[in-house]
């Protein structure tokens, strides 16, 4: 007999997703809350359905077949959709399951997550977030990312608000660097630098600030992020640019002094941005509502 929607339990579709993407059947049984028989018993049928072992085990563990590959990454695309369709419906945050995936900045994994995780442990004890860098603007369009947040407006595209922004500053190493005051436009350009460039990011808020300013860089190294920045000055002559907000952390982390930069550089924002389909998503508003609290116009601005 050959397999319609009709015949089909849709129920399996939640647990194949959980199964392809733990590739083990007791982590997935554990992120469902079910038992590990019960999801056994799912992907016997599973692999009945689709003709295929779907998962193999190996020495290392259990790997993913071809066909469920092809099937995870479907499965990627219209979970979202599923949960947003229901999610319009119901959610309960105390009992949801549900996993958010937010695309971050260091800047906003400095300001956001601190914050974030507790109020979700507490309000959403099975619910949980996964922060990861991503070509953000096709992965919200396919569904793929829930919230994305940016360092300046995002594509009109989106819904977004700015939820934080910080004057910047500078550190350099403090054995070495004999400066104290603030510094120039001039004397900034003149040190070598160390620039703080996330994985799937091009360009920064400061990029197109420096560029206004025509000022080019001399880029002696890229760091994935603000510690690992201040971690090369201190070994080094060079300087880095950062939130200053998060200064006082890294000159206890790290052998470097903050110093003041030029007036020019201005301020960092941060913006949280999602696509407009996901507005009335009560899960995906109970996500905003922690991030942006009392905030209901998409134009407003929290600093």
Same mark, same amino acid.
């Given at each position: 007999m050959k397999n319609t929607l009709h015949s089909f339990d849709l129920n399996l579709l939640v647990i194949m997703h959980a199964l392809l993407e733990k590739k083990h059947v007791t982590?997935?049984?554990?992120?469902?809350?079910v038992s590990q028989p019960s999801v056994s018993k799912a992907l016997d049928k599973l692999r009945c359905v689709f003709s295929d072992k779907l998962l193999i085990r190996e020495k290392k563990g259990y790997v993913l077949t071809p066909t469920a590959h092809r099937l995870l990454a479907v499965m990627d695309e219209i979970m979202p959709l599923l949960n947003s369709i229901i999610g319009n419906v119901t959610f309960a945050p105390e009992t949801s399951n549900r996993i958010f995936k937010i695309s971050i900045t260091d800047f906003g994994l400095f300001v956001i997550i601190p914050k974030l995780m507790p109020k979700i442990i507490n309000l959403g004890p099975k619910i949980?977030?996964?922060?990861?860098? *991503?070509?953000?603007? *096709?992965?919200?369009n396919a569904f793929k990312i829930d919230l994305a947040l940016?360092?300046?407006?995002?594509?009109?595209?989106?819904?977004?608000?700015?939820? %934080?922004?910080?004057?910047?500053?500078?550190? !350099?190493?403090?054995?070495?660097?004999?400066?104290?005051?603030?510094? *120039?436009?001039?004397?900034?350009?003149?040190?070598?630098?160390v620039k703080v460039l996330s994985p799937g990011m091009h360009k920064t808020s400061l990029d197109l600030t420096l560029e206004h300013f025509a000022i080019n860089?001399?880029?002696?190294?890229?760091?994935? *992020?603000?510690? %690992? %920045? %201040?971690?090369? !000055?201190?070994?080094?002559?060079?300087?880095?640019t950062i939130p200053e907000i998060l200064a006082e952390t890294l000159v206890k982390l790290a052998n470097v002094k903050a110093i003041d930069p030029p007036d020019e550089l201005g301020h960092?924002?941060?913006?949280?941005?999602?696509h407009h389909y996901m507005d009335n998503d009560n899960g995906h508003k109970w996500l905003r509502s922690l991030i942006i609290p009392g905030s209901e116009d998409p134009n407003d601005e929290l600093v």
């Open positions: 982590r997935a049984a554990e992120r469902l809350g949980s977030l996964t922060p990861f860098n *991503s070509d953000v603007l *096709s992965d919200i940016f360092e300046y407006p995002p594509s009109l595209e989106l819904n977004s608000y700015m939820i %934080a922004k910080s004057q910047y500053k500078c550190l !350099v190493n403090s054995k070495t660097c004999p400066h104290i005051g603030k510094l *120039s436009l001039d004397e900034y350009a003149k040190y070598n630098h860089r001399i880029i002696k190294a890229y760091a994935p *992020s603000f510690y %690992a %920045a %201040a971690l090369i !000055v201190s070994f080094s002559n060079c300087i880095t960092l924002s941060l913006y949280a941005g999602w």
